[in-house]
T-cell receptor, first 114, second 115 residues
Framework: AQSVTQPDIHITVSEGASLELRCNYS??????LFWYVQSPGQGLQLLLK??????LVQGIKGFEAEFKRSQSSFNLRKPSVHWSDAAEYFC????????????FGKGTKLSVIP | EPEVTQTPSHQVTQMGQEVILRCVPI?????FYWYRQILGQKVEFLVS????????KSEIFDDQFSVERPDGSNFTLKIRSTKLEDSAMYFC?????????????FGEGSRLTVL
C-alpha cells in the first residue's frame, strides 16, 4: 500500500526566509505526487503536481518541488516566505490506477514570524 | 475561478441521528469524491463516484454511509446513524476529464461534530 510521510508537524520561519517542507512517499513505481495548501477555514488548494518529465516542477504562489527518486522524496520549497504563506501543507500521492484515490500525508503546519 | 461548494460548513448532531452533507461540483466535472479528516489525523479517502455509481470505496465507507447525486447537480454524503467517531471535517472533491493528470478541486469542507 502507498504511504506518504511528512516528518515535520510544525515549522516556523521568519518572513523572507527560505522554506523547505519534506515529503517522502513509498511506492514501487513512480507515483503521481501533489502538494496542497489549506489556509484556515479554506479548502485544499493544489500548489503543484508531478507525473513525469522534469523533476523540478513549478507551482502557484512561487512554490516549487523537486522529485528525487533515489530518496523517494518530493520536497516543497520557496525561496522567500511571505506572511500569507502561513497555512497547513499536505503532500499527497496516487498510483495512477483505479479511481484517483489520493493518499495524504499528515500535513505540516507553517507559521511565519513577521 | 470555478469552485466546489459545500453545505453546511458546520453541523452539530446527536449520536444516532442521520446527517446529509451536500456538495455542488464544478459544472462540467464528472468525477466526485468524498474525503474526511479527523482532527489531528490524515485526510482519508472515503469514496469516488462516476456515472451515477460508486467507483471505489475505502474500508471506512461502511453500510452507514451512502452517496448519491439526486438531482444531477448536488452530490451528497449521507451518514445514516452517526457515531462519535464520525466527528471530522468532510471534504468533497471533483475532477473533470483530464485523466490522472487532471486536478482534483476540493471544497472548503463540512465540519461534523457528533455529541
Amino acid at each position: 500500500a502507498q504511504s506518504v510521510t511528512q516528518p515535520d508537524i510544525h515549522i516556523t520561519v521568519s518572513e523572507g526566509a527560505s522554506l523547505e517542507l519534506r515529503c517522502n512517499y513509498s511506492y514501487g513505481a513512480t507515483p503521481y505526487l501533489f502538494w496542497y495548501v489549506q489556509s484556515p477555514g479554506q479548502g485544499l488548494q493544489l500548489l503543484l503536481k508531478y507525473f513525469s518529465g522534469d523533476t523540478l516542477v513549478q507551482g502557484i504562489k512561487g512554490f516549487e518541488a523537486e522529485f528525487k527518486r533515489s530518496q523517494s522524496s518530493f520536497n516543497l520549497r520557496k525561496p522567500s516566505v511571505h506572511w500569507s504563506d502561513a497555512a497547513e501543507y499536505f503532500c499527497a500521492s496516487h498510483s495512477g490506477a483505479g479511481s484517483y484515490q489520493l493518499t495524504f500525508g499528515k500535513g505540516t503546519k507553517l507559521s511565519v514570524i513577521p | 475561478e470555478p469552485e466546489v461548494t459545500q453545505t453546511p460548513s458546520h453541523q452539530v448532531t446527536q449520536m444516532g441521528q442521520e446527517v446529509i452533507l451536500r456538495c455542488v461540483p464544478i459544472s462540467n466535472h464528472l468525477y466526485f469524491y468524498w474525503y474526511r479528516q479527523i482532527l489531528g489525523q490524515k485526510v482519508e479517502f472515503l469514496v469516488s463516484f462516476y456515472n451515477n455509481e460508486i467507483s471505489e470505496k475505502s474500508e471506512i465507507f461502511d453500510d452507514q454511509f451512502s452517496v448519491e447525486r439526486p438531482d444531477g447537480s448536488n452530490f451528497t454524503l449521507k451518514i445514516r446513524s452517526t457515531k462519535l467517531e464520525d466527528s471530522a471535517m468532510y471534504f468533497c472533491a471533483t475532477r473533470g476529464t483530464g485523466g490522472f493528470g487532471g486536478e482534483l478541486f476540493f471544497g472548503e469542507g463540512s465540519r461534523l461534530t457528533v455529541l
